[in-house]
């Protein structure tokens, strides 16, 4: 496992909670991260590093933000043994396409997206539960069935629900589904903000929908850095949208907006 | 009590859970609400219409709809008590002013509204613990202490949190505490929709943002046709912040990006 925060964390702490637990052996780059989750019995073993968490592991995941997850598929790429696969949890796809056509892993890699998380980060937000009921996009570049069988085997064995998709598919959607609803939860605290307005003075509606605003910054830098194309266009959609919604408001034109509210009533109902 | 939705229904319940219970009578537009509200122990007494329920009362709580809790104003009015206090719990306030004034009632009104609810309406959705730390904002238009006293009284009673604004203060934050996360939900959800997505291909973050769209249409058609003035500003300033956005995002400006993740995530976190 390398990476132990709130994904790598949770994941290793998942896995040594199962009946037929494996050995989790972990790396973290902030050494006393990788000792709290040791001694909390997220892992079996400790390294100071990535290459040596790679070195006879089955399996070896890469629970770190997106850049220094494509750095470490070069760094791992000489430790895997023969029969191992890698996988990753990162929430874009294509750049980690591209770092593990670099490295030759084609055959061996496949990724990893589970739809969770929060907005708290590292191993003090990680559970063991994180991933029960997650959805899991799985996407890989031409590996074989034995890779995907183990990293698809993986999500099942902790109860989440392997799903797969190509890469540039998979990026295009997470364009709408969770950096659009990421911008515009810190777009909408913004201008709370500057109306001199604070997170007590909302509801729970309005505090569900600033929730987002109190994600990782950090986390957050290299996935807007790797934008799939598709966010500016959802953005500017969103935008034109709520322009409309003004001229409404101002019109008075009520059937519009009981039109719209209906529709999307009706769209969260379904499942 | 008149209305027996999620606000109405609550409020009766935690009233008639309190160690000195008062009565509660109730009525409701539709007979069958208030039947399953006296059976589920919520009210003490049912009657056929909103005149027989004010007769005799302390307290009158107009629970409807803000159209209908402006009608039921002057349909009431004849049936106070000379002591009776006089409240509501509809999320705007300029129009119940309006209203109390026509029927000669400013003496005895005090508004209330609760900042908590929920997207799910009816009695049904109805619980004692609704207004359990629930901020209540206050409002009146030159109430007698007592009257003041005894609404705020009333949701000290309940375990919530009572403050004073102006009408006209109140509707314009609510503009932008609770109308524009609305419309900001309903307008992600139809883009969301337009895609092609589901609400299962969210992820907990996603949902979030998306929970208010399942919002009553009903409820908020009133509150729409009343809005603020500033909510139209509100909604085209949120537009302008999501283009800024998706011009730095297509401009690779990180720097610009990160810095509004920051300040959105320490404003979030902020008490």
């Given at each position: 496992?390398?990476?132990?925060?709130?994904?790598?964390?949770?994941?290793?702490?998942?896995?040594?909670?199962?009946?037929?637990?494996?050995?989790?052996?972990?790396?973290?780059?902030?050494?006393s991260e990788a000792a709290t989750a040791h001694r909390r019995g997220a892992l079996t073993g400790v390294v100071d590093d990535p290459e040596r968490a790679a070195e006879g592991a089955d399996l070896v995941v890469l629970a770190t933000p997106l850049d220094a997850a494509c750095?470490?598929?070069?760094?791992?790429?000489?430790?895997?043994?023969?029969?191992?696969t890698l996988t990753d949890v990162v929430s874009l796809?294509?750049?980690?396409?591209?770092?593990?056509r670099r490295a030759g892993l084609t055959a061996r890699w496949v990724g990893s997206h589970p739809m969770c998380g929060g907005e708290r980060s590292g191993f003090e937000?990680?559970?063991?539960?994180?991933?029960?009921?997650?959805?899991?996009?799985?996407?890989?570049?031409?590996?074989?069935?034995a890779h995907r069988a183990r990293v698809e085997g993986l999500w099942k064995a902790l109860g989440a629900r392997p799903e797969s998709i190509e890469a540039a598919d998979h990026d295009a959607r997470m364009a709408r589904v969770?950096?659009?609803?990421?911008?515009?939860?810190?777009?909408?605290?913004?201008?709370?903000?500057?109306?001199?307005?604070?997170?007590?003075?909302l509801g729970p509606g309005g505090r569900d929908m600033t929730r987002l605003a109190g994600s990782s910054p950090t986390v957050w830098a290299d996935l807007l850095a790797h934008a799939p194309a598709d966010l500016p266009v959802a953005l500017r959609d969103l935008a034109d949208r709520l322009r409309?919604?003004?001229?409404?408001?101002?019109?008075?034109?009520?059937?519009?907006?009981?039109?719209?509210?209906?529709?999307?009533?009706?769209?969260?109902?379904?499942?």
């Open positions: 496992m390398l990476g132990l925060g709130l994904m790598g964390g949770s994941l290793a702490l998942a896995l040594r909670a199962l009946a037929d637990a494996p050995a989790v052996v972990g790396w973290s780059p902030s050494a750095e470490l598929v070069g760094t791992v790429a000489g430790a895997l043994g023969p029969g191992a796809k294509a750049p980690l396409v591209d770092a593990v937000a990680a559970r063991a539960d994180l991933y029960r009921d997650a959805s899991v996009w799985v996407v890989d570049d031409g590996a074989g069935s969770s950096h659009l609803p990421q911008l515009t939860s810190n777009a909408l605290a913004l201008l709370l903000e500057d109306a001199g307005l604070l997170p007590d003075d409309s919604l003004a001229d409404q408001v101002e019109a008075g034109d009520l059937d519009a907006l009981g039109a719209s509210m209906a529709r999307s009533c009706a769209w969260r109902q379904r499942t």
